[in-house]
């Protein structure tokens, strides 16, 4: 769909635009937190989404030591950098520049995510993604995706990588049947325009990690997420980029509206079930 073909359907707006929060998390990595518990529910089946990105060695070469996680999936987007990635199934992989892990916890498992540099810049995304209640104690699995194995549409002053769903006839890396993940990692030169089709019932966001973006009208800056409107005729998403150009993260998914029960890295439906996760842990059964 280009932006010709936009025009001939309902587009969607912004509800509402979310500014990053500064934080840190693993062993002090600063990162930005642009979803967080507070979208949960509005953004299902999207549990978290952080930004992290820095020349400044200090502020993430302590990187992500062993920590546990169940119930949910996560999505590393790695704009700049490397990282090793290591976990209690055997998985371990490296994760370079344009690279994408996408690991599913399932039951259970511990790894961890270190920075394989002493100097540079290192930056990129990590999504997490519900599992839906039927498959949250599923087998762990792991997958490594190196920049090359990420599919890409380009189009005048577009490059768009694939990681999930579809998009312009190109099938992303990664499809699920259930939350229907679209992930698409978007480049647009100053002015360029790119329509997304995307499912009226979808929930959907973008965020915006370099330059500016204007959607319907409304302009999302680096690090801010824009929530997007749902109505029954919007079919479509259109996207345009600031004097600077823009890069930008579009996300959606079929909302699994299951309960969401959180305790740290476990995401399960009930109380008793992030409890037996915490024993599980505890007692060294959860991976």
């Not at 999207?46 to 999505?75: N, V």
């Not at 030169?189 to 997304?196: E, P």
């Not at 330059?211 to 479509?236: K, M």
């Amino acid at each position: 769909m280009n932006s010709d073909t936009a025009t001939d359907s309902t587009l969607r707006t912004v509800e509402r635009v979310v500014t990053g929060r500064a934080t840190q998390d693993g062993a002090g990595v600063r990162l930005t937190r642009l979803l967080d518990g507070s979208l949960q529910h509005r953004l299902d089946p999207f549990l978290m989404l952080d930004l992290f990105g820095s020349d400044r060695p200090d502020d993430y070469i302590a990187g992500f030591p062993d920590h546990p996680h169940r119930g949910f999936e996560t999505i590393t987007i790695m704009l700049e950098g490397r990282m090793r990635h290591r976990d209690s199934a055997g998985h371990e992989g490296l994760l370079g520049t344009g690279g994408v892990q996408w690991m599913t916890a399932g039951r259970g498992v511990i790894h961890s995510e270190m920075p394989e540099q002493v100097s540079g810049r290192m930056a990129g995304y990590q999504l997490w993604l519900n599992l839906p209640a039927r498959d949250k104690m599923c087998e762990p699995d792991y997958r490594d995706y190196p920049a090359e194995a990420v599919p890409l549409y380009t189009d005048a002053g577009v490059q768009v990588r694939v990681v999930a769903g579809h998009s312009h006839g190109v099938a992303g890396a990664v499809q699920r049947p259930v939350t229907e993940p679209l992930v698409l990692d978007i480049r647009l030169a100053a002015g360029a325009r790119f329509a997304q089709p995307l499912p009226p019932s979808h929930h959907a966001f973008m965020a915006v990690h370099d330059g500016e973006l204007a959607i319907d009208g409304t302009s999302v800056h680096r690090e801010q997420l824009a929530v997007l409107a749902e109505a029954p005729a919007a079919q479509a998403v259109e996207l345009v980029a600031g004097p600077h150009g823009a890069s930008a993260l579009l996300v959606a998914g079929r909302p699994l509206h299951e309960p969401i029960a959180q305790y740290g890295p476990f995401v399960m439906n009930t109380r008793e079930q992030l409890m037996q996760a915490v024993d599980d842990y505890r007692a060294g059964r959860l991976a």
